[in-house]
């Protein structure tokens, strides 16, 4: 499994634009990943986690993790917030409503 340990979420986007950049970069996550983020940040008491523990509770690797983040806060259902190095993912309300009703299906 690959892992990445980083300072903050600058570095997870700039490793996101460079995998980008390659012919192998050029595919977008997948549902299953993305929902998974969204599974753990949901069973949390307050739905919202550091960057750096959700990315090691989703046992995602790196590059999966840094889409499916940057994905599901362009939808909206995710807001990142904080200083680099302690930036926390929360879910939005409309988040909240999504995750639930995946839990649900």
Same mark, same amino acid.
């Given at each position: 499994?690959?892992t990445f340990?980083?300072t903050g979420?600058?570095? *997870? !986007?700039?490793?996101? /634009?460079?995998h980008?950049?390659?012919p192998?970069?050029?595919?977008r996550?997948?549902? $299953?990943?993305?929902?998974?983020?969204?599974?753990?940040l949901n069973a949390?008491?307050?739905?919202?986690?550091a960057?750096?523990?959700l990315?090691e509770?989703?046992?995602?690797g *790196? !590059?999966?993790?840094? /889409?499916?983040i940057l994905s599901l806060e362009?939808?909206?259902?995710?807001?990142?917030? $904080?200083?680099?190095?302690?930036?926390?993912?929360?879910?939005?309300?409309?988040?909240?409503?999504?995750?639930?009703?995946v839990?649900?299906?």
């Amino acid at each position: 499994m690959e892992t990445f340990k980083a300072t903050g979420f600058l570095p *997870f !986007l700039e490793g996101l /634009q460079k995998h980008r950049a390659s012919p192998a970069g050029r595919g977008r996550v997948s549902g $299953g990943n993305t929902l998974s983020v969204l599974t753990v940040l949901n069973a949390t008491r307050q739905r919202s986690m550091a960057i750096f523990e959700l990315h090691e509770a989703t046992g995602m690797g *790196f !590059l999966d993790f840094s /889409q499916a983040i940057l994905s599901l806060e362009d939808m909206g259902f995710v807001a990142i917030s $904080g200083e680099p190095g302690d930036e926390a993912a929360r879910l939005t309300k409309l988040g909240v409503d999504i995750a639930d009703l995946v839990h649900s299906a």
